[in-house]
C-alpha cells in the first residue's frame, strides 16, 4: 500500500493553532491535553459530552462550523472491556460508527487540516501473525467477544483512507494496544483487565479479603502501553505523519494474564491468593503488536510496565479513592 497519497505533510508548526481534542476528560483524551500542554499547545477546544454528544450530526457539524478548528485528534468513543464489548455489542458498533462518522466529515467539510483517528489492536484477525503487522488488517476472521466494536473502527481507518484517496485531505490513523495510566475507567465489570485487577486487589487489601478472583484462564497474552507514552506517540504522528496506512502503537512487552495479576497484587500489596472464573472469556490468546513501522519514524515508548503500574497506583489511591471517602 502507498505510503502518502496525494497529500502534503501538514505538521503542526504553529503553538496556538486550534487542535480540538474529542474525549478529553478520557484515559486518552486526558492524556494527550497534558501532552499539548507539556509542549506548549496553548488553544486547545475542549467540550465534555454533556456540552457536546458526538452522536448528534446536526450539534457536531454546527460546531465545528462556529468552531474551526486546524486540528482534530479523536479520543471519543464508546471503550470498555472483554465483558462490555461481549455484553453491549449494539453499542459498540452504533456509538462508535456515529461519532467517528460525524466528527470525520464535519472536519473535512469545515476546513480542518489534519484529523488523527484512534482505533485499537482489536481490529486484526483473532489469529494474526505475531507481532501483528499493520498488513495484518482484513486478512481473517475477528475475536468475537470484540467484533462489533472492531468492525466499527476498521470502518474508520477505511474512511480516513477514503477521505484522502478522494478528497486529498489529511486524515491519519494510529491503532493503540492496551493501554492503561490515570484516569481509566475502574468500573468492576465493564472495565479492562488492568485497572480492574487494580480496584479489586485494593478492595480486598483493606477489606481484609483473602482471595481475588480473576477471570479466565491466565494465559492470555496482553501488551500494555502506558497512556502518556500513548500520548507522546500520538502527537509525535499529528506533527510527523501523512500516510494512507494506519500505524501501530505498542510497548513491545507483553505479559500473560496471570504475569499481569501477580505484578498488580504485588504493587498494590494485596497478600492474600488468586482465584481464576473460568466461566469468563479469555478473548484473543495473544495480540502483541509490530511497532516497527512507528520505530521507524523514531518513536520509542519510555515508561516500564512496573513503573507504570506504581504511578497509576498511586493515581488511584489519590483520585479515586480519596474522592470515595
Ligand atoms: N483504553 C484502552 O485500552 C484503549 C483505547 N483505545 C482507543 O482510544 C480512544 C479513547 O479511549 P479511552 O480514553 O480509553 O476511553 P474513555 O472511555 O476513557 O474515554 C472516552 C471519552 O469519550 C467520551 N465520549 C463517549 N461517547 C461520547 C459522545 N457520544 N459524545 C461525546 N463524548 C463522548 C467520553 O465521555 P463520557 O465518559 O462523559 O461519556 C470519554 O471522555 C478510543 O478510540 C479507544 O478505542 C485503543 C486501544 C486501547
Ligand atoms: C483494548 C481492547 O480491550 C478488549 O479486549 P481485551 O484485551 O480482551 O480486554 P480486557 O482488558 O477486558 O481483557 C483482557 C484479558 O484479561 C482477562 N481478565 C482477567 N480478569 C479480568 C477482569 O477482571 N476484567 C477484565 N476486563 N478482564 C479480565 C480477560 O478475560 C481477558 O483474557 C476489547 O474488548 C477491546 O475493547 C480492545 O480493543
Redesign the pocket.
Known amino acids: 500500500m502507498a505510503e502518502t497519497i496525494g497529500s502534503e505533510m501538514s505538521s503542526i508548526t504553529d503553538k496556538s493553532a486550534k487542535i480540538f481534542v ?8 486526558s492524556a494527550i491535553v497534558r501532552k499539548l500542554h507539556q509542549l506548549g499547545y496553548t488553544n486547545l477546544l475542549l467540550r ?3 456540552d ?4 448528534r450530526q446536526s450539534d457536531v457539524e454546527s460546531f465545528f462550523s462556529t468552531e474551526k478548528p486546524l486540528y482534530v485528534i ?6 470498555g472491556g472483554i465483558h462490555a464489548n461481549n455484553t453491549y455489542p449494539a453499542d459498540f458498533i452504533s ?1 462508535n460508527l456515529q ?1 467517528q462518522t460525524n466528527v470525520i466529515h464535519s472536519a473535512y467539510i469545515h476546513g480542518v487540516k489534519k484529523l488523527l483517528f ?4 482489536c481490529i486484526y484477525p483473532k489469529f494474526a501473525p505475531q507481532p501483528i503487522p499493520e498488513s495484518a488488517l482484513l486478512t481473517g476472521t475477528l475475536e468475537p467477544t470484540n467484533e462489533w466494536y472492531a468492525i466499527a ?1 476498521i470502518a474508520g481507518i477505511k474512511t480516513c483512507q477514503a477521505y484522502r484517496i478522494q478528497h486529498n485531505w489529511d486524515a491519519i490513523s494510529g491503532m ?5 495510566g490515570p ?3 475502574f468500573h468492576p465489570e465493564n472495565s ?1 483487565v488492568l485497572p480492574a485487577l487494580m480496584r479489586r486487589f485494593h478492595e480486598a487489601k483493606v477489606g481484609g479479603g483473602e482471595e481475588v478472583v480473576v477471570w479466565g484462564s491466565g494465559s492470555p497474552l496482553r501488551e500494555f502501553l502506558h497512556v502518556d507514552d500513548l500520548a507522546d506517540a500520538c502527537v509525535f504522528l499529528l506533527e510527523r505523519y501523512s500516510g494512507l496506512e494506519h500505524v501501530n502503537i505498542g510497548s513491545g512487552v507483553e505479559v500473560t494474564i496471570r504475569e499481569l495479576a501477580e505484578l498488580v497484587k504485588e504493587v498494590v500489596g494485596f497478600e492474600g491468593r488468586l482465584g481464576w472464573d473460568s466461566s469468563k472469556p479469555d478473548g484473543t490468546p495473544r495480540k502483541l503488536m509490530d511497532s516497527s513501522k512507528l520505530a521507524s519514524l523514531g518513536w520509542t515508548p519510555k515508561v516500564s510496565l512496573r513503573d507504570g503500574l506504581r504511578q497509576t497506583y498511586e493515581w488511584y489511591l489519590e483520585n479515586v479513592c480519596a474522592a470515595n471517602k
Open positions: 474529542a474525549g478529553h476528560r478520557g484515559l486518552v483524551g465534555t459530552h454533556a457536546l454528544d458526538l452522536t479523536l479520543a471519543a468513543a464508546k471503550v456509538v461519532i484512534l482505533g485499537s489492536s473502527k493503540p494496544t492496551n493501554l492503561y484516569n481509566d475507567n479492562h
